[in-house]
Structures are given as C-alpha cells and as structure tokens.
C-alpha cells in the first residue's frame, strides 16, 4: 500500500521540500515530470498547484496533500485538517489575504466600496467576506500582476501579502483583513479512515511538526564543575529545564539545552565566564514534543 501524497508546486515548493528534509524524507524534483521521487516506498508525490490540491485530496485522486488553509476555503473542500504547519515561502508564518485600496484614493472601509469592483485571485472567499459586511461589489478573477490593476482595471485588489511590502510598493493601503492563511497538512475523508494510512500520515504530521518546531532552534551541550552550576543555569535559557548528568569525574557535570540560535553569542561567552567548559553548539533538525 502506498499514501498518495500532493507537494504544492509554485511559491511553497522549495520551502516544503526543505521541510520534509528536516523532517527525515529526500525529495527529489525534475523539471521534467510532475512526480517527484522520495526516499520512503511507502509514499508517492505528485506535484500540484496548491490552489486545485484541495480539490483532488477532495475528490480521492490525492490522500493527502500540502496547501493553504486558504485555498480550502476558497474551494469549500471537504477534507480532513490533519495538522497546522506554520510556516510560509519566506518567513514560515502566517500570511494575510487583505484588502487592499490606492493610497490616494477616498475608500477607508470596505462600507465605501459599494458598488466598486475588486480584483483578486481568491474570488469565492471574497464574496462571502463581502456578504458577511453586507457590501455588495463586483469581485472580477485575477490571473496575475494583481497590485497594479488598481485605479485604472478595479477600485480595490484582495491579495496575499506575508510583510506588505509589494503592497506598498505599488502605493496600495491595507484597509482590512479579509482572513488569514498558513499551510495545512489535509486528507481525503476516506483515507483517513484507512487505518494504514492515517498512521502514516500521523507519522508524517509528528516529524513535520517536529521539524517545525527546531526551526531556529540549537542545541548546546558543555561541562561545569559542580559548584559553578548554579551560575550557569542563570545564563541558560531553556525550551524546559536543561539536561543534567555526571560525568566519569565526580565534580564535573556535563549540561545540555535547547535554545534560540539568535542568542548564542550572548550566551556563550557568559558561560565561558561562568566557568562552562568543551561547550559544543550543535544544528536541530526535529523537536518532537
């Protein structure tokens, strides 16, 4: 038996590829073939736009598949959330479908476009965001270069901004949020009810989320003479409360943690003058809680 699982092709594709890395499984893409190959024979990828994967985890063609929580909206697919994975093409966090107006233009609530014309790519999702606020606007679809349509093409734009910053580039104002989007692991129904490949995909979601989770993280091991631990916990942030075990000399002691890579140079010098020894930082690949 083999899990048939879709890998999102597009702006997500290098950064899932990375992270299934980190996660244990090699996945290796040709520009040639929509099947990628992955060193698990209990798995087989295919690569997928990650605004139709929704569609076929739906319709069985895929058990399971890599897409926005906003595509699922958009299709209104019927899936099985198997896991939130937190993380996107540049800054593995959430991103923002917002509502977008030119700067110099009078609109300053989505009250004001009445009657207007929005351009944007997710357009179901917009109509109902439009419905909630009792706006009634003409919502066109968007095959691309959304930001420069506005004040000429459309009055407004909803688009997908993770920093803003194209936005504001092409002299866009944000004026509202219509939802915010992270990645999902999603599963057709069925499949979720074979035992066999729920496991799997229980498997799969605990090393992503672990993977997930050592995102920006390091491990730090040294030795300390018993009576200078005290001062070394002091400097020691930790995920938890470190590791601590004898060495083969009963008055040393060798300390392991789990911490922020960004405050390793801070750190590590004030070990070295709280009397840390053989200190040794080392990459994580997976934390699994």
């Excluded at 407004?156 to 092409?170: C, F, K, P, Q």
């Excluded at 499949?191 to 995102?215: P, T």
């Amino acid at each position: 038996m083999r899990l048939k699982l879709g890998i999102p092709k597009g702006s997500l594709e290098v950064a899932t590829i990375d992270l299934f890395r980190r996660a244990g499984f090699t996945i290796t893409t040709s520009t040639r073939s929509y099947f990628p190959g992955i060193d698990d024979p209990e798995i087989e990828c295919m690569l997928i736009r990650a605004q139709e994967m929704a569609r076929y985890v739906e319709d069985g063609v895929l058990d399971a598949g890599l897409t926005g929580r906003d595509w699922v909206e958009e299709n209104e697919a019927q899936v099985v959330t198997v896991a939130d994975l937190i993380y996107a093409k540049q800054s593995f966090g959430k991103v923002r479908w917002v509502l977008a107006v030119p700067e110099a233009s009078c609109f300053h609530s989505v009250k004001d476009l009445e009657g207007k014309i929005i351009a944007t790519e997710l357009v179901g999702a917009t109509r109902r965001y439009l419905a909630a606020q009792g706006v009634s606007a003409k919502v066109e679809f968007s095959w691309g270069a959304t930001e420069v349509k506005p004040p000429i093409l459309a009055d407004a734009i909803v688009e997908v901004t993770e920093t803003g910053s194209s936005l504001r580039a092409n002299k866009l104002r944000i004026i509202d949020t219509v939802l915010e989007s992270n990645t999902q692991l999603i599963a057709n129904i069925d499949s979720w009810k074979d035992g066999w490949k729920r496991g799997k995909l229980e498997d799969i979601r605990m090393l992503l989320e672990g993977a997930i989770n050592a995102l920006g993280k390091v491990g730090l091991m040294l030795n300390v003479r018993k009576d200078d631990l005290a001062r070394i916990l002091d400097v020691l942030p930790a995920l938890k409360k470190p590791t601590i075990s004898h060495l083969s000399d009963p008055e040393w002691l060798a300390v392991n943690t789990i911490l922020d890579e960004s405050t390793v140079r801070v750190i590590i010098p004030r070990l070295k003058q709280a009397g840390a020894q053989g200190i040794v930082e080392y990459p994580l690949n997976k934390i699994v809680m």
